[in-house]
């Protein structure tokens, strides 16, 4: 009987779908494990072959977690909204649910053909109202909240407003935009629009100007993600930078918190370090510069204040508020012509062009503090509004950046550490001091810095601070394809909607783009308002809102009455194990452990980290390949004979191309410009070219999944993914060696057939079998711990290969639940066919007994006057004069004694046997 995978593979995911067999609830009796996969957009291009590498690594790990005993919550939904959706809706008219639901059909389609073990009656689409609603409830908390920083957690504004009340804002120690200062007569007197300005300083969730990635042709706000070389990466349209009023998420509340819980998770130092580097924790001090001729003071933030002797400029970035004030008249026409090149450069792109210099001159000068020297004031894009005050010191000296703009303008570039003017020479860098005379004569530069904190506060110039690189969450989109705010305006004041409208659903609209007067497309909507004519939100939430928190609605997706229950919560806790992109490391990881930590002070989650356990699967990389048309013709030559013509190079599909070999029919019906292709074959064959690149429509290299199954079935992708390469580094995919795979498992299928009948035997294993049953139950399980899935495959192949035909139940049965997480399909079937009624999915993974992994024996290469002739085994308790005796009499030294008695048997126990003739 042949391994028929398109009928096998069919049948168990209907029977997996009618007997509910990944269904799973809460089961005090088990112990819990929880694997997430990071969820998909569903695109209208469905799942390539790179899509499903970290599904099937997290369905082998679940899988076998099940089969050790574990109760298994191994999820899967949709990150359904988005700008693509909405982008086809404007060009076609099509809502954009519409185009959703049709891609999730896709997407569904496909993931079932490769077999996960997904747990479909937890799914979760962010799209649903039922599931943003409690994005909006969520929403709603963090506006009522604010960050305490003495009790370390967010609390209800209630009792800030109770402080104001009382005390002013003497005592209050948290988590704001802009120090304020005011006593409780001062909070008595104000107006509410006032007190709620003064509120929105402090909420967790608050609105304020900010600067943004406008497209005026999208109508929307941008992520940085979301814009290269000052282009929109959907659609390639120009991107400005532009202050607007946004909703915001007070993230920066959190980051010491989410610094210090890195140090409890398993995830790996390079993505730690990732983190830790976006928050960027800064130690240093505020200094305040006197601006001449105004009453204000500019603020900057320096890590160094020992090198303030030596600030010989000042530079603020492009946004700071205090730009038109500091322009003079006759420099206002060239900042002006600045800030607009400036308008269509990313901050990203700023922050990437370290060669690249640009400024201009404000005509105003600072004061600096210490020397009472004049420094002029410059804007440069080098510098950002959002971190830090968005002013600097500029130290050319001892800053490359600093330096290279000192260059281009030709400003003062004075080596100056401390104390004076000194030179360069006067400062010992192999030993860290400054040793010239004056204010930090000879101090290590350690001690040197703590002085001038000591010194700024002293003199009432600013104090020490700790600040962070990372920035609150611009959180609110112009667009139509997202979630809805529960916020209503009324005297101009935002206000939250109660928690029983929830959720605030999307309303239909006539067209999906931004009006012609540029608002946002809900205001298209008919009776967008409350029911007491209130005006609601306009914008939308970004597509990060419903990814941060979906892990934990999977524990309880079905819960009307809470985001998770506590039953759920304190069951499932937090996920234990978190497969997918590095991509994701700063944006999504980021927000999930800021939203987690929010409702973890709110008591709502029991648990303030949410993934204990990240592993960052690599890309799969396409395989491109190429066809050479010879130029101003319609011929095509083979890659071996290029060289001959002068040629064009062109992407070609690769489903039209196998082991680089053209399918020239397929060519030809592939595009209407080639039906009358011509072909210069070698050897009767084209043969194309090939590169390695990312894997893109744009380079016909995609490959899709629905074609390798149709070719080889589920199991042989499964595997054959896994066997590319160790999960966490980048390969190309490459069909070429599939075919061993799909080998490897249509001889697994054979050792249990004979003909048409089944074939196993009760036959005692010998202890070579048991061996090597039990070698590779100890190597896969610790490849799997490991994942190191690639070796796994590479184990089983080496069994079979050891196995030969062995059909002994006792070895064929533990395979089978060996090979189970990775190849189900073929297993459920021989489960069955081995007599079992229960699925193999509960079948206890086999346990190695490392007693059948002692040596017994050993495999002794035997020389014959001191060349290689044959290898023969003995009982390691053999002693040599028995092995002597026997050696001699075999056959195979027979033939080289050719009757004669040898002078000399030497055995070396364990390592050799020498026969001197």
Known sequence: MEY?????????????????????????????YYVLDMFPYPSGAGLHVGHPLGYIASDIFSRYKRQCGFNVLHPM???????????????TGQHPAVTTEHNIARYREQLDKIGFSFDWDREVRTCDPGYYKWTQWAFLKMFGSYYCRDRQQARPIGELEEAFARSGTEGVNAACTAELHFTAADWAGMDEHRREQVLQNY?????????????????????????????????????????????????????????????????????????????????GAQVFFDVRGFDRKLEIFTTRPDTIFGVTFMVIAPEHEWVNELTTPENKTAVEDYLEQTQKRSERERIAETRRVSGVFTGSYAVNPFTGREIPIYISDYVLAGYGTGAIMAVPAHDSRDYAFARHFGLEITPVVAGGDISKESYDAKEGKLINSGFLDGMEVREAIGKMFDAIEQRGLGKRLVNYRLRDAIFSRQRYWGEPFPIYY????????????????????????????GEPPLARAAGWTT????PLELSTMPGFAGSSAY????????????????????????????????????GH??????????????????????????????????????????VGTNKFVSFGLKESYETQEIHVDVNIVRNDQLDLDAFRAWRPEFADAEFILEDGKYICGWAIEKMSKSMFNVVNPDYIVDQYGADTLRMYEMFLGPLEQSKPWDTNGIDGVHKFLRRFWRLFHAGDALAVTDEAPTPKELKTLHKTIKKVREDIENFSFNTSVAAFMICLNELG???????????????????PHIAEELWERLGHTASVCDAPYPVCDESYLVEQSFEYPVMINGKLRFKQEYALTASPDEITADIVARPAAQKWLDGKAPKKVIVVKGKIINIVL
């Open 490 to 517: 009324r005297d101009e004041i935002a206000r939250p909607l109660p928690e029983s409208a929830l959720p605030l659903e999307l309303p239909p609209v006539s067209d999906f783009g931004p009006t012609e007067e």
């Open 551 to 586: 892990y934990l609605r999977y524990m309880d997706p079905h819960n009307d009455r809470a985001l998770v229950g506590r039953e759920a919560d304190e069951y499932w806790r937090s996920v234990d194990l978190y497969v997918g992109g590095i991509e994701h490391a700063t």
């Open 203 to 283: 909420r967790l969730a608050y609105r304020a100007d900010t600067m943004v990635n406008w497209c005026p042709q999208l109508g929307t706000v941008l992520a940085n993600d979301e814009v290269k070389d000052g282009l929109s990466v959907r659609g390639g349209y120009p991107v400005v930078q532009k202050r607007m009023k946004q909703w915001l998420l007070r993230v920066t509340a959190y980051a010491q918190r989410m610094l210090d819980g890195l140090e409890t998770l398993q995830w790996s130092e390079s993505l730690k370090e990732i983190q830790r580097n976006w928050i960027g924790r800064s130690e």
């Open 77 to 91: 939904g949709y990150d359904a909204f988005g700008l693509p959706a909405e982008q086809y809706a404007i060009q």
């Open 4 to 32: 028929n995978f398109k009928e096998l593979e069919p049948k168990w995911q209907q029977r997996w779908r009618e007997r509910g067999t990944y269904h799973v609830e809460v089961d005090p009796a088990r112990p819990k």
């Open 805 to 823: 035909e062995c059909r002994k139940r006792a070895i064929l049965e533990p395979l089978v639940a060996l090979l189970a997480p990775f190849a």
């Open 589 to 630: 990881l980021m927000y999930s452990r800021f939203w987690n930590m929010f409702l973890y002070d709110l008591g709502c989650v029991c648990e303030p980290e949410p993934f204990r356990k990240l592993v960052n699967q690599g890309m799969i990389q396409g395989r491109s390949n190429f066809v050479y048309r010879v």
């Open 531 to 534: 029911a007491d004519g209130d």
